[in-house]
């Protein structure tokens, strides 16, 4: 059964005098049912999304421009089941969700929409978010969508825009296909559509024409755009346009193969228009758009730098909720209304919303002084604040057995973080609250130049106190934190093992790969790495620690396969192995010293600090509470070479320190470098 979820009553209008260029004003309003909400300007449709359960799939129809002229087309005779705008894969693993039988409207794959949320703006903006599943009758989905659609208000021309992101996730290995293209074996001249589609009135086809990018009119079915628009005269005599626009967001590129068939009108960004597309159980990838509806047209030129500057946009929200998982946050901060086991750190779902919150605090002076506790607003500033410096602040718990104590002073510093990554990691954390708190889904903006106009320089720093930096390397833990020191002497500190897993001297950390690359890239360590991984490993009673079940190393190919164990088991990985586990505590950073970590094995207590007293010379030191029996360590002398022990005897690889001289001792190793 679909669920329906407003804001507001079905049915419920509102009004506004709106002013359009060089003509009279109108009147807008919003006309809601059921399963339908449309806008409505002087009493003609301006656009129209059905979402009706009996139809399967949802579509926009008509599109209009703000005098009422209809632009699409809705199932033709010709193709009964092309439904003006709207998103439609062709074969699932072989079975057409595509065409339907002309006398039952039924096609073998089902396009099943199971909830609908719409919420209509005072402005004349809406958002419409669903869940569908694909699957065959009678079957489970095969594949699932979360689609969220952003409609702006129209502006003073009458022009108006619909983001549109759907995210898939694959319930079993899928191969998402269309009919083939002439060069494929048993090729067809029409082969090559599946995806987000336009279809307009074939009469439109002998006075209207298409554009794309470059400003070609012909040839362009098949051939790489970033935008193709169709435009022409209406009835009504304006000179209408429908653009279709390929996010860059989309594989990275901002080119896709658009599906042009002039004779019929239909206009797509044929995603699949090059071959089958295999999806992997549980691999999730996106699809974005803008579609923009110019109820006047602007001119060739203008049209062209209207559309040409999506591709320098950047998606606030989708932007932020990668970074949040590209920095490892959801490690520690659950996105779930009722919060999840294993969480150490404020669950984000309603932090904050579209009004302020005010929240109890622990204030640390970061001199030593007593801290102090006092009420302060949750909003912007405070997140940036606890992004850039996160232990000013400290949260207290409002449940649970530490009611009224802080949360965990681990969070780590990022002042690599600026400026637009804030603004989209707040953008996402709006998102996570009930209606009417929600904040927009899609929040597009330019994006960021520095003040000079070009890229802003992403080389992090060390001057005179240490430095650190929680950033994506790849091969590493997600979790992992890198330490700068004074002097060129950097290091990276595991929180999965409670190790160092990489050393190097010179420059620390350049962040600027990840942000060239959208998000998907790697940052560069500015020096030759050591790789010290499982040089010193600290021992548990049942071996060396590896808390690796709590996140996984930033590589694709690593993830993908990981994946498909944490599929298998039965229990959820934040209740796996809690109970008596060995215990990240965080760490201390004081000016012009070297930081401290925090950690628990068995019961015993550890405080970690690192020093580089000459090249390629590392010396650890402990300090620990709570040892009954010897502290223990894993070494691997062909990462590091024993040079000098305060405390303990190695023997066969393992390193033992007496209990009654572990309360601190210095452990002092050459870096192997071949």
């Not at 804001?7 to 809601?32: M, N």
Request: charged share 25%.
């Amino acid at each position: 059964m679909m669920k329906f979820l407003s804001s507001k009553l079905f049915g419920a209008t509102c009004t506004l005098l709106f002013l359009t260029e060089g003509s009279q004003s109108v009147e807008l309003s919003w006309e809601r049912e059921s399963d339908f909400v449309a806008l409505r300007a002087d009493g003609e449709t301006v656009w129209k999304h059905v979402h009706r359960s009996s139809e399967g799939k949802p579509y926009f129809h008509p599109l209009a421009t703000i005098q009422g002229s209809v632009l699409t087309d809705l199932r033709p005779e010709d193709h009964p089941w092309h439904r003006a705008l709207w998103f439609s894969w062709k074969f699932i693993n072989g079975v057409n969700y595509w065409e339907e039988d002309r006398k039952t409207g039924e096609s073998a794959g089902k396009t099943e929409i199971r909830s609908v949320e719409v919420r209509t703006g005072a402005d004349f903006s809406a958002d419409i978010s669903m869940t569908i599943g694909y699957h065959e009758d009678g079957q489970p989905d095969v594949l699932t969508e979360t689609r969220v659609l952003t409609i702006s208000p129209p502006d003073k021309a009458g022009s108006y825009t619909i983001d549109w992101h759907s995210q898939f996730t694959a319930q079993r290995d899928l191969v998402l296909d269309r009919t083939p293209i002439p060069s494929e074996p048993e090729g067809k001249s029409f082969g090559g559509y599946a995806g987000l589609s336009f279809r307009s009135s074939s009469a439109r086809s002998e006075t209207w024409s298409f554009l794309n990018n470059e400003g070609r009119q012909d040839g362009l079915h098949g051939r790489e755009s970033s935008w193709v628009a169709f435009s022409g005269p209406t009835e009504k005599g304006e000179e209408a346009v429908v653009s279709i626009l390929n996010s860059p967001l989309n594989d990275n590129q901002s080119m896709v193969k658009y599906y042009v068939a002039t004779r019929m009108s239909y206009l797509s960004p044929a995603v699949l228009f090059d071959g089958p597309r295999s999806i992997q159980s549980g691999e999730t990838f996106a699809l974005r758009y803008r579609i923009r509806v110019d109820s006047q047209s602007p001119g060739t030129e203008r049209l062209k730098a209207r559309n040409d500057s999506y591709r320098d946009t950047i998606e606030l929200v989708a932007q932020g909720e990668a970074l949040s998982h590209r920095f490892g946050c959801l490690e520690c901060h659950s996105v779930d209304k009722a919060g999840e086991a294993g969480k150490i750190g404020p669950g984000w779902y309603g932090l904050i919303g579209q009004k302020g919150k005010e929240r109890e605090v622990q204030a640390n002076t970061g001199d030593g002084g007593p801290a102090t506790r006092r009420r302060v607003a949750i909003d912007e500033q405070y997140i940036k604040a606890a992004i850039l410096d996160p232990l000013q602040h400290l949260v207290l718990q409002e449940s649970g057995e530490m009611k009224g104590q802080p949360f965990p002073a681990i969070m780590p510093p990022y002042p690599h973080l600026e400026g637009q990554s804030i603004d989209a990691i707040i953008a996402y954390l709006k998102t996570l609250n009930d209606l009417p708190e929600r904040g927009p889904t899609q929040i597009y903006a330019p994006k960021e130049k520095s003040k000079e106009g070009g890229e802003p320089s992403h080389v992090v720093e060390v001057f005179d106190s240490p430095r650190i930096q929680r950033v994506a390397l790849e091969g590493l833990s997600t979790r992992s934190i890198s330490v700068g020191l004074p002097g060129g002497k950097n290091y990276v500190f595991d929180p999965a093992t409670f190790s160092v897993s990489r050393v190097w001297f010179g420059g620390f950390i350049d962040n600027g790969y990840e942000r060239h690359a959208r998000g998907n890239g790697f940052n560069k360590i500015l020096g030759e790495a050591i790789n010290t991984e499982g040089g010193l490993l600290p021992l548990s009673s049942l071996g060396p620690v590896d808390l690796h079940y709590k996140d996984y190393p930033n590589s694709n190919e690593f993830r993908k396969e990981a994946f498909k164990k944490e599929m298998a088991e039965e229990k959820p990985y934040p209740k796996r192995g809690l109970e008596g586990a060995p215990r990240f505590g965080g760490y201390q950073v004081l000016p012009k010293k070297e930081p401290t970590f925090f950690f628990e094995i068995d019961g015993v207590r550890y405080r970690q600090s690192l020093a580089f007293p000459s090249a390629n010379i590392i010396r650890y030191h402990f300090e620990t509470e709570g040892a009954t029996g010897p502290v223990r360590f894993q070494v691997d002398e062909t990462a590091l070479r024993a040079v000098e022990f305060s405390a303990g005897e190695l023997a066969e690889g393992v390193l033992s320190i007496p209990a009654s001289e572990a309360q601190s001792f210095t452990l002092t190793f050459e870096l192997q470098t071949s």
